[in-house]
Nanobody
Framework: QVQLVESGGGLVQAGGSLRLSCAVS????????MGWFRQAPGKEREFVAT????????HYADSVKGRFAISRDIVTGTMYLQMNNLKPEDTALYLC???????????????????WGQGTQVTVSS
């Protein structure tokens, strides 16, 4: 059973920074594309960022470009999301996800991901 475990969330003031981590329990998932999504109360889940296994193919939602940076450790597969200049509208439950297969391409679509973590809460106060 593959497990994705997020950490690093918390309460921060607007303009502050947080670094989220997503650890993968299965070594075989090191090669799967991975992504971050977020869901605010009463809103649909939305794409944040995605990255391939090697880290040289990344994509971001327009709302976070220039403020967030996705990366991953190619040895352990752990994925990170560095979030800078946080805004109150970034408040959400952040979830990490892994693609179905190592041959998958990165994607902004939820259906492209077969494995999900439980999420870590990020709250940005104004």
């Amino acid at each position: 059973q593959v497990q994705l475990v997020e950490s690093g969330g918390g309460l921060v003031q607007a303009g502050g920074s947080l670094r989220l981590s997503c650890a993968v329990s299965a070594r075989t998932f090191v090669y799967n594309p991975m992504g971050w999504f977020r869901q605010a109360p009463g809103k649909e889940r939305e794409f944040v960022a995605t990255i391939n296994w090697h880290g040289d193919d990344t994509h971001y939602a327009d709302s976070v470009k220039g403020r967030f940076a996705i990366s991953r450790d190619i040895v352990t597969g752990t994925m990170y999301l560095q979030m800078n200049n946080l805004k109150p509208e970034d408040t959400a439950l952040y979830l990490c996800a892994a693609g179905h297969s190592p041959t998958d391409s990165v994607s902004t679509r939820e259906y492209a991901y077969g494995y999900w973590g439980q999420g870590t809460q990020v709250t940005v106060s104004s």
